[in-house]
């Protein structure tokens, strides 16, 4: 595929400029209404090209379906997914993305702050780029690639399919989901009104990678209950609520459980918040592991911190809440070999060598997966997500596109 026969940089472009920060403070779905912005373009670029069951509802999900072009009748209805909110974490508004073509290897320093270097030492990723295209921020926000460019990879690949009728394939359903930044890509999804059978986000990194196993993930909310008393008078009576809560976060390993002293398969116990006065405070924690086994054993041991920090002020007390948050997919996917199996063998028709690994993260295909559409995340290219110096590869780009084309012509020959 040739990048004049593709519509994907276009695309690219036009959807990164929209403003789709999602808003974890706020409890609408979508959290931000900004976020239907980019989902009602897309909505009108599926219907121009001739996608007419298409449908944006309510929520800020946008469903469609690409017809079968087989005569085959047992061929699984698969999906393509990706999101189209980007991270709260750093500034969307007023993207400008800039293409700098034929990339040398040398730094890129980003215009509008010139402190934002981008480098091969830095980014090691970036060496096998040289000659590329490389797309960036101006450096003042992020750029939007995650997952803006798994947008524009799955609207380019349809438009592909249409243009290329030769290319067999099932029913395709194409799903865009708000707020997976915040963790609510899959909240409000209706699964029955999707109607694939098996799925695939688009929100990967590195070029020909395949992820099939994330995290589990809990959160954890510790509210302590301190005793107040007026502090000229406070002597062996006041138990202060942020000390204790203090005491709890000092306590935790310094060199091992952290998500600055991990890597690869190693879970964490990582502290996201506190909040509160000296008579109450609330502590947010995130809590990972591969296994469920691992997950829980890590509770256990922040509850025995906790505990054993509270023997000290014998009139406080704490409430200790575990949130589930998502379970590793692989649990699932285990269960269904072909579909990670067929994305190996698409991304090895595109040319590439494929790399399956586990993320140390999760993904709305994590969720959608123990919901009931086994669903694995292949490589979209974004690369320093949440950060103003995020880049995506047109060549790599373009590469995902080739991906989802082979993808759904695999399904075809093999069912």
């Not at 609520?241 to 952290?258: G, Y």
């Not at 269960?335 to 698409?346: G, K």
């Not at 373009?398 to 093999?414: D, F, P, R, T």
Request: glycine fraction near 8%; include cysteine.
């Amino acid at each position: 595929m040739s990048l004049a026969s593709t519509t994907v940089l276009d695309r690219f472009l036009r959807y990164v400029q929209i403003d789709t920060q999602s808003d974890p403070n706020s409890t609408t779905q979508p959290s931000t209404e900004k976020q239907k912005d980019l989902s009602r373009l897309l909505v009108t670029e599926l219907f121009e090209m001739g996608v007419m069951n298409t449908h944006l509802d309510e929520h800020g999900y946008v469903y469609a379906t690409l017809p079968a072009n087989t005569n085959k009748l047992n061929v699984p209805v698969i999906c393509f997914c990706s999101h189209v909110d980007t991270s709260p974490d750093c500034s969307g508004k007023g993207v400008k993305p800039i293409v700098h073509t034929n990339w040398d290897g040398s730094d890129i320093v980003l215009p509008e702050d010139t402190s934002q270097v981008l480098s091969v030492s830095e980014h090691s990723d970036l060496q096998a780029q040289i000659g590329n295209d490389i797309v960036t921020a101006s450096g003042t926000t992020l750029l939007g690639a995650d997952n803006k460019a798994g947008v524009a990879e799955i609207m380019d690949a349809v438009y592909y399919l249409i243009n290329h009728s030769e290319i067999k394939h099932g029913t395709i359903k194409i799903l865009f989901t708000p707020d997976e930044e915040i963790g609510r890509g899959t909240a409000k999804v209706d699964l029955e009104k999707l109607g694939a059978d098996f799925g695939y986000t688009i929100d990967g990194e590195s070029l020909g990678t395949l992820e099939d196993e994330t995290f589990s993930a809990d959160g954890v909310k510790i509210t302590i209950y301190g005793v107040s008393t007026h502090p000229g008078f406070a002597k062996g009576k006041l138990e202060n609520a942020i000390k204790i809560a203090a005491d709890v976060v000092a306590a935790l390993p310094k060199d091992s459980l952290s998500p600055e002293t991990t890597e690869e398969m190693e879970g964490f116990i990582h502290p996201t918040s506190i909040e509160g006065i000296l008579e109450k405070v609330t502590l947010g924690f995130i809590i990972r592991d591969f296994s469920e086994s691992g997950l829980h054993k890590k509770e256990d041991y922040l509850r025995s911190i906790l505990n054993k920090v509270l023997e000290n002020h014998p009139n406080s007390r704490a409430d200790f809440e575990v949130i589930e948050q998502y379970r590793n997919m692989k649990e699932v996917l285990i269960q269904f070999p072909r579909v990670s199996e067929y994305a190996m063998e698409a991304i090895q028709r595109s040319g590439l060598t494929p790399l399956r690994r586990s993320i140390r993260g999760g993904t709305d295909g994590s969720r959608l997966s123990f919901m009931g559409l086994p669903c694995p995340n292949i490589f979209a290219g974004e690369h320093a997500f949440h950060s103003k110096l995020e880049w995506v590869s047109v060549q790599d780009m373009l590469k995902a596109v080739e991906v989802i084309v082979n993808l759904s012509q695999v399904w075809e020959e093999k069912s």
